[in-house]
């Protein structure tokens, strides 16, 4: 994250939390799976759509290697730009935050959702997002 003249950029990366939670999510629902019903083939069903779901989820929303994925936004005071994977930035006019904790930032720009969480950017910068939005929304 760096300061330019009076606006913010960000640029993110792939979170070790949210890789976490997913995979957490994928194991419990798997072992769901297993545990609770009694028909093999049911169970094999159900594994293997979830693990063709795991492999097309984990690249597009966790890994951020999809052309869609968005890894950097640059904020000022009365726009927002988000770049993408495939080098493709769009300008909005307005943002706001639409959830802020010591671990995650939501901000809403257009029809966009971007999910910051905390260690998918630099080292201490969640909280000057965080002082950035307070202040300047």
């Given at each position: 994250?760096?300061?330019?003249?009076?606006?913010l950029?960000?640029?993110?990366?792939?979170?070790?939390?949210?890789?976490t939670?997913s995979?957490?999510?994928?194991?419990?629902?798997?072992?769901?799976?297993?545990?609770y019903?009694?028909?093999i083939?049911?169970?094999?069903?159900i594994?293997?759509?979830?693990?063709?779901?795991?492999?097309?989820?984990?690249?597009?929303?966790?890994?951020?290697?999809?052309?869609?994925?968005?890894?950097?936004?640059?904020?000022?005071?009365?726009?927002?730009?988000?770049?993408?994977?495939?080098?493709?930035?769009k300008?909005y006019?307005?943002f706001?935050?639409?959830?802020?904790?010591?671990?995650?930032?939501?901000?809403?720009?257009?029809?966009e959702?971007?999910?910051?969480?905390?260690?998918?950017?630099?080292?201490?910068?969640?909280?000057?997002?965080?002082?950035?939005?307070?202040?300047?929304?």
């Amino acid at each position: 994250m760096t300061n330019e003249f009076d606006g913010l950029v960000v640029h993110i990366k792939t979170s070790k939390i949210y890789l976490t939670l997913s995979i957490g999510a994928y194991l419990l629902t798997l072992f769901s799976a297993w545990h609770y019903f009694y028909n093999i083939w049911l169970s094999l069903g159900i594994s293997l759509f979830l693990s063709l779901w795991l492999t097309s989820f984990l690249p597009k929303n966790v890994l951020l290697t999809q052309p869609n994925s968005i890894t950097k936004i640059a904020l000022n005071k009365k726009q927002v730009v988000i770049e993408k994977n495939n080098q493709s930035a769009k300008q909005y006019p307005g943002f706001y935050p639409t959830y802020q904790s010591r671990f995650l930032v939501i901000i809403e720009a257009g029809k966009e959702s971007v999910v910051i969480f905390k260690d998918a950017i630099d080292s201490q910068s969640l909280s000057q997002l965080n002082r950035y939005l307070n202040a300047n929304t």
